[in-house]
Nanobody, 125 residues
Framework: QVQLVESGGGLVQAGGSLRLSCAASGRTSSSYGMGWFRQAPGKERECVAAITWSGSTHYADSVKGRFTISRDNARNTVYLQMNSLKPEDTAVYYC???????????????????WGQGTQVTVSS
């Protein structure tokens, strides 16, 4: 079992920045792919960024050039640096982990085995 705990959410003005962190504990390993998903009220959960065990990344078109996903395997932590935030980025952000050394980042929620509890990000206009 892997436990994931997100932190770093909050309220920020449009154009501002936040960095989300996801700390993993339990049966941790560098052989997990990691993803950041978000869900806004009335909308489906979507993948905003994902990273493989080897560091290959994927970004949703809506966040390319503004968000950066990274991982620190020594600290069992994944980060999501969010810059130039927009009101439409407002959502609950979830961290997720998927077992396996796959070459391509997972972008569908069904691919992931473990989930954090989520952290709220609110961007005011």
């Amino acid at each position: 079992q892997v436990q994931l705990v997100e932190s770093g959410g909050g309220l920020v003005q449009a154009g501002g920045s936040l960095r989300l962190s996801c700390a993993a504990s339990g049966r941790t390993s560098s052989s997990y792919g990691m993803g950041w998903f978000r869900q806004a009220p009335g909308k489906e959960r979507e993948c905003v960024a994902a990273i493989t065990w080897s560091g290959s990344t994927h970004y949703a078109d809506s966040v390319k050039g503004r968000f950066t996903i990274s991982r620190d395997n020594a600290r069992n932590t994944v980060y999501l640096q969010m810059n130039s935030l927009k009101p439409e980025d407002t959502a609950v952000y979830y961290c997720a982990a998927k077992w396996g050394r796959t070459p391509v980042p997972g972008t569908s929620s069904y691919e992931y085995d473990y989930w954090g509890q989520g952290t709220q990000v609110t961007v005011s206009s």
